[in-house]
């Protein structure tokens, strides 16, 4: 089996985690040494067919340096699981764009290197694939790396919550080029969006009628910091969006990230309230407070999408894939409850059923 040859663009937090979980996975087979993973065969290939061959990046800590060291750098500061040897991949820069506000740039400070031909970069490296995971408000930097993939002949994966996957226009491109799209914006293994989303599912399997929820995250990656300031509507817009597709019925939903603070790393706490009624109209309130670690969480989901979306090249497919973006992102081009998106990337898989 061929590797899969991927280039990413933002080379942070979930980056890193994504890097560490292909070396820490890449030999493993047995239920133990597969701990974690939703699927250790995925598409028809293992976790160790993926190879990373490019990688673009702003950060002065980042740019110039090789991928192996880049991943630890600042700001980053998602847990550290796997010992990465170099890899000989040099982050090169990007052009900045709409990369790094003025309040991100308390945490990054952008490189003096000049911009590197993205294009080439990414054909001489022989990427097939292009992981886009850019801070969730980078919108005109998204645009720019979608444009560039289907310049280059890649497969574009959207991790960020920009509509690229979700859009009409792009998803046109992208079959017009021949290219298979992926996204948008990353659904965690066991995210706030995830959980809420099957509480919500299994109270309207029990019969309890929902008649409000909210969830709001706490967090301190440099995505916090990002989302809370400058993306805070746009993701609230996406995750409150993603959780109605679980409740057959209006009702006030609220999901958002509420707050950045700094001490608690790349580690998020997420905060669930639901009030319902239950037979008779006796109530029925629940709270619940997860914490998790941010980057890890996207891993899996990623695994699945970049071998997914291999498939999908495999296969000759092209525009927006909705079974792979309905699994495994919060705003798909084509949303639908979170076990009927399972089934469907099963089917998928299986051959039995065409995007
Ligand atoms: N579990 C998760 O962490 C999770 C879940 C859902 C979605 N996402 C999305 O994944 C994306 C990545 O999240 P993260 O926590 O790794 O973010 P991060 O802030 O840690 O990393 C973003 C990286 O992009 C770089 N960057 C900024 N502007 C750039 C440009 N113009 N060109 C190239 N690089 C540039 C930054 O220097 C940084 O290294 C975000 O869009 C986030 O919303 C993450």
């Known amino acids: 089996m061929n590797g899969i ?47 990373f061959v490019a990688a673009f990046d702003v950060a002065d800590t980042k740019v110039g340096f090789d991928l192996s060291e880049a991943i630890f ?16 991949i040099k982050v090169v820069k990007g052009p900045l764009l709409d990369g790094v506000d ?32 850019l801070p969730g408000s980078a919108e005109d930097a998204t645009k720019y790396y979608a444009d560039m993939a289907l310049k280059a002949g890649c497969a574009f994966i ?19 080029a021949g290219l298979p799209l992926v996204g948008d914006d990353i659904q965690d293994q066991l995210g706030s969006t995830v959980l809420h989303r099957s509480i919500l599912q299994l109270l309207v ?4 009628k929902v008649d409000k929820s909210y969830q709001l995250d706490v967090g301190g990656g440099a995505e916090s910091l990002d989302s809370h300031y400058r993306g805070r509507m746009r993701k609230r817009g996406v995750k409150s969006e993603a959780i109605s597709q679980d409740l057959p019925y209006d009702a006030p939903l609220v999901a958002g990230s509420s707050d950045y603070v700094d001490f608690m790393d790349n580690s998020r706490d997420s905060y669930f309230y639901i009030n319902g009624r239950q037979f008779g109209g006796a109530p029925i309130k629940i709270d619940i407070r997860m914490e998790v670690t941010d980057g890890p969480n996207a891993g899996p989901i990623l695994l699945d999408a970049i071998r997914g979306t291999k498939l999908a090249l495999k296969r000759g497919l092209s525009g927006s894939m909705e079974s792979i973006s309905a699994y495994g992102f919060k705003m ?6 979170m076990y009927r998106a399972e089934r469907w990337v099963e089917e998928f898989l299986l051959g039995k059923r065409k995007l």
């Open 5 to 51: 040859k991927v280039a990413i663009v933002g080379v942070g937090n979930v980056a890193s985690a994504l890097i560490q979980g292909v070396e820490y996975y890449k030999n493993a087979k047995t239920e133990e040494e597969t701990a974690g993973l939703a699927y250790p065969d995925f598409a028809g290939y293992h976790v160790g067919d993926i190879q």
């Open 73 to 88: 750098a600042k700001p980053n500061n998602v847990m550290k699981f796997n010992e990465i040897s170099k890899t000989g």
């Open 102 to 133: 003025d309040i991100l740039k308390a945490l990054v400070t952008v490189s003096d290197a000049s911009d590197a031909d993205v294009v080439k970069v990414l054909k001489d490296s022989g990427a097939e694939i292009l992981l886009n995971l």
């Open 158 to 176: 959207n991790g960020a919550p920009i509509p690229i996957a979700s859009d009409l226009e792009w998803s046109k491109k992208f079959k017009e």
């Open 205 to 208: 399997s029990r019969g309890v």
């Open 332 to 337: 798909p081009p084509l949303p639908t409850t």
